[in-house]
C-alpha cells in the first residue's frame, strides 16, 4: 500500500523544501520507490537539492497541467545524481523555473483537480511506495487538495509568533480534512531555547504530536540548499533528528 506524505508550512522560509528532500532520500536508502513532486509552482526549488538543473529538466510539472505530456513523463530518475549508493529509487517531478511558465501559472492558474489524478498515475505508473508533496506555503486550492488526500502530513513551523499563528489555522483545516496522521516538525529552533520546553510548548498548544526540534544549524545553513544534508552529513545530530521525523512518519 503506498503512502502519501504532503510537507507543508503556514509560510515560506521554513525549511519544507530541504525536510522535504531528506525525507526522501531516507526513505529511498531504506529501500523505498519513492516519489517527490514540487506544486510549489510560482517558487519551485527543490530540485536544486537534487542536483538537477533547468538543462536537465526536460518535462516539469507545468507541462502536465497544461496538457502536454503524461504525468509520469515529467518524473525523473534523480538517484544516480546523488552520487551515493543508496537501496531505492527517487523520482523528481520538478515544476518548471521558466520565468515564462512561471508567469503564466500566477496569471491563468491551472485546473488543480488534474494533480489528484496525476498523483494517482505517479504511483500507479512508477510502483512507488512513498509520494512525497513539496506543497505551497499558505493555504490555498492545490494545498487543500494535497492535505485532503495525504496519509500524512508534515506541518513545518518555526518557534515564531507568525508561524504559531498560521500553523492553528492549519492544523484545524487539516482536521476538518480527516487527515488520519498529522506531524509538526519545529525547525530553526535558536540554540539558546529548550528544546524539550518547545515541543510540550507546540503539543499542549495544537494538540498534536511534535515528531522533532531541529535547533538552528550553521553546517545546514552552509550547505545552502546544494545537496541533501542527511546524505552528506550521515552521523550528524540534525540528521538523527529528520531519521527520527521518517521513522515516525513511516510508523
Same mark, same amino acid.
Given at each position: ?59 516539469? #510539472? ?14 525523473? &530518475?534523480?538517484? $544516480?545524481?546523488? =552520487? +551515493? ?58 494545498? #487543500? ?14 518557534? &515564531?509568533?507568525? $508561524?504559531?499563528? =498560521? +500553523? ?84
Amino acid at each position: 500500500m503506498s503512502k502519501i506524505i504532503s510537507v507543508h508550512s503556514f509560510r515560506g522560509g521554513t525549511g519544507k523544501s530541504n525536510t522535504s528532500a531528506n525525507l526522501t532520500y531516507l526513505f529511498a536508502a531504506q529501500g523505498y520507490r519513492v516519489g517527490v513532486v514540487d506544486t510549489d509552482i510560482a517558487s519551485p526549488g527543490i530540485h536544486v537539492i537534487f542536483g538537477m538543473d533547468d538543462k536537465m529538466m526536460g518535462h516539469s #510539472l507545468n507541462d502536465y497541467l497544461w496538457g502536454k505530456c503524461d504525468i509520469e513523463e515529467c518524473a525523473h &530518475d534523480v538517484t $544516480d545524481l546523488l =552520487g +551515493t549508493p543508496i537501496k531505492g529509487k527517487i523520482f523528481l517531478v520538478p515544476s518548471s523555473i521558466k520565468p515564462g511558465e512561471i508567469a503564466r501559472v500566477l496569471r491563468e492558474g491551472y485546473d488543480v483537480g488534474l494533480l489528484n489524478d496525476g498523483f494517482q498515475d505517479l504511483i500507479e505508473r512508477l510502483k512507488l511506495d512513498v509520494l512525497v508533496i513539496d506543497t505551497h506555503p499558505g493555504l490555498n486550492e492545490e494545498t #487543500l487538495l494535497s492535505i485532503a488526500i495525504s496519509d500524512t502530513l508534515v506541518l513545518i513551523m518555526r518557534p &515564531d509568533s507568525q $508561524d504559531y499563528q =498560521g +500553523t492553528g489555522v492549519t492544523v484545524d483545516v487539516a482536521r476538518k480534512l480527516d487527515v488520519p496522521q498529522m506531524l509538526i516538525l519545529v525547525n530553526k529552533a535558536p540554540a539558546v531555547f529548550d528544546l524539550d520546553e518547545i515541543k510540550e510548548r507546540v503539543e499542549k498548544t495544537y494538540g498534536c504530536e511534535v515528531a522533532a526540534v531541529i535547533p538552528h544549524s550553521d553546517d545546514l545553513m552552509t550547505l545552502a540548499s546544494s545537496s541533501i544534508f542527511s546524505m552528506v552529513n550521515p552521523d550528524h545530530p540534525v540528521t538523527k533528528l529528520y531519521k527520527q521525523l521518517a521513522n515516525r512518519v513511516l510508523a
